[in-house]
């Protein structure tokens, strides 16, 4: 890498359907995911890690569909340093314009004991599984996971056993979290100084934000000679996530003057695909998450304020539009037609076949009769649907409740289950707590509430109230999120949906459908 433009390219590599899905309870369907893929290619990702092909047959299937249908990014899978996994990733990515098999293994001294592999054993693995890999392909990356606490000799050892057996990519993984920007600097120049052929290949860093520092530890490798950053929409991933995708690539926008990198990212599409994720996923974006955020560009100090209404520059460094925003507003109600709601929501990220328009534009017209105005926010509320169209098995079809002062709270509910209605009328402590009551007693099972959040989506005694529950029985663990100006209803329609999605999770875990039961007790 010795010409000019290569030293200030930085490719970015998005793992969002690979690390990303694996967040507890972020599982996409195979619709889902091929639309993220196309989102993301469309915005110039160089390269779409599109999952783990041994996983799963959905995910193989996944990984193959999206090598297919992509044009111009480069697909990879992801495999463990073994030879069956190597070739099932193969054959999913071999499709693609632009195939890439990622194969990786724990190196530091706590991942080495978990498959009792001494130092030279682990060596002699790497040095097979990289030179299979490249039997089968030219663009190989090789990671040696939990680098950070890996020993800089051996760590520099086994990546240059990997180099010579034909690896193109070395990525550097941050696994836990655990490291500074300065150690992750550090880490990239070191193995640049002390490695053979260092310099003929590119290295990659993938942080995760265990301790917040992702995106900054990211950045400071690429200073110090990265040129790929693995990263998600929204920061997506294992626990705390990972450094999210537009967060660097608005760093390196912005302060081009002390980041002199240049990313092929169509920013202005930004905005679209992380509304997208944030729908798919279940994993609404947090009001003050930088650039994606609710509240990127809200300003409610009278300073502020005043500011913004002399000179936006003033306190905001990056301009709405830059990121997708649209300056213009289309304001919708009760009026509006199907044209002027498909037009807000593409300018909103989503794109609907006729049918869904259909579907979605009666959602609409119910809650404009319900809400004299309708914002950007409720609007993306409504595309965040209470069930999955294809495992609808479970609907609410009508909720009653009594509360107040004087108890007992009670909750009258009829719901269709498999195709049958079924009534019960439970009590509890409050009118949620009663209709979850009724529902667990129309459909028993076994799984744990972990979460219920209530926020209201915008302002006003009218706001829509987006509701999202996390549930795990037996390991799965599964989200539901559903929205109206109703909060107890909207409890209702978040608890059905990840009841559907606990459905779909135990039959896919190898449960008959039929053994599913529930309680006729009308």
């Not at 990997?162 to 941050?174: F, L, M, V």
């Not at 990211?218 to 996530?241: P, Y």
């Not at 500011?307 to 301009?319: C, D, H, Q, S, V």
């Not at 209702?492 to 309680?519: P, Q, T, W």
Request: some cysteine; aromatic content about 4%; hydrophobic content about 40%.
């Amino acid at each position: 890498m010795t010409d000019k433009s290569k030293q200030d390219r930085v490719l970015i590599f998005d793992t969002t359907l690979r690390d990303g899905e694996q967040s507890p309870g972020a599982t996409m369907t195979h619709a889902e995911k091929l639309e993220i893929a196309g989102l993301l290619d469309e915005m110039g990702v160089d390269i779409i890690e599109a999952g783990f092909p041994i996983a799963s047959e959905g995910d193989f299937a996944a990984v193959s569909e999206i090598a297919k249908m992509a044009q111009t990014s480069v697909i990879c899978g992801l495999a463990r340093a073994q030879f069956g996994d190597i070739d099932r990733c193969w054959e999913a990515v071999k499709h693609a314009r632009r195939p890439r098999i990622h194969t990786f293994i724990g190196t530091s001294p706590l991942h080495r004991a978990i498959p009792n592999l001494d130092m030279d054993q682990m060596a002699d693995r790497i040095h097979e599984t990289v030179t299979h890999a490249r039997n089968l392909c030219d663009n190989v990356q090789w990671s040696p996971m939990d680098a950070t606490r890996t020993e800089e000799d051996y760590l520099c050892r086994v990546v240059e056993i990997a180099i010579k057996a034909g690896a193109t990519t070395i990525n550097i993984p941050d696994t836990v979290g655990y490291t500074a920007p300065r150690e992750s600097a550090e880490l990239i120049a070191m193995l640049l100084r002390r490695v053979p052929g260092a310099d003929e290949i590119t290295f990659a860093t993938h942080c995760h934000n265990d301790l917040g520092m992702a995106t900054a530890n990211s950045l400071a490798a690429v200073e110090a000679g990265a040129r790929q950053i693995e990263c998600t929409i929204n920061g997506l991933g294992e626990r705390a996530g990972n450094t999210a995708l537009e967060e660097v690539v608005m760093a390196m926008k912005v302060r081009n003057d002390i980041m002199p990198y240049q990313t092929g990212i169509n920013s202005t599409k930004i905005m679209n695909i992380s509304r997208r994720v944030a729908t798919v996923s279940g994993f609404p974006v947090q009001f003050n998450k930088a650039i994606v955020g609710k509240n990127a560009f809200a300003h409610e100090s009278g300073i502020h304020q005043d500011g913004m209404l002399k000179n936006a520059e003033t306190f905001e460094i990056m301009r709405p539009e830059d990121v997708g925003l649209s300056e213009t507003n289309l304001v919708m109600g009760k009026h509006s037609g199907r044209a002027a709601l498909r037009s807000k929501l593409e300018d909103l990220g989503f794109e609907l076949g006729d049918n869904q328009l259909k579907d979605v534009f009666v959602r609409f017209k119910e809650l404009a009769d319900r809400k004299k105005e309708i914002y950007d926010d409720d609007l993306i509320a409504l595309m965040r649907t209470s069930s999955d169209p294809e495992n609808d098995r479970l609907k609410l079809k009508s909720l009653k409740v009594i509360c107040g002062t004087d108890g007992p709270q009670q909750a009258d509910l009829v719901m269709e289950i498999d195709g049958d209605t079924h009534s019960t009328a439970q009590t509890g402590d409050g009118p949620v707590d009663a209709s979850f009551n009724a529902i667990k007693a129309l459909v028993p099972h076994t799984a744990r509430l972990q979460l219920y959040q209530v926020h209201a989506v915008t302002e006003g005694t009218d706001a829509q109230a987006t509701v999202s529950v996390r549930m795990e029985e037996d390991g799965r663990i599964v989200t539901g999120q559903s929205a109206n100006t109703d909060t107890v209803v909207a409890s209702a329609l978040a608890y059905i949906h990840a009841l559907n999605r606990l459905l779909v999770r135990r039959e896919k875990g190898g449960k008959d459908k039929r053994e599913i039961s529930y309680k006729d007790v009308s």
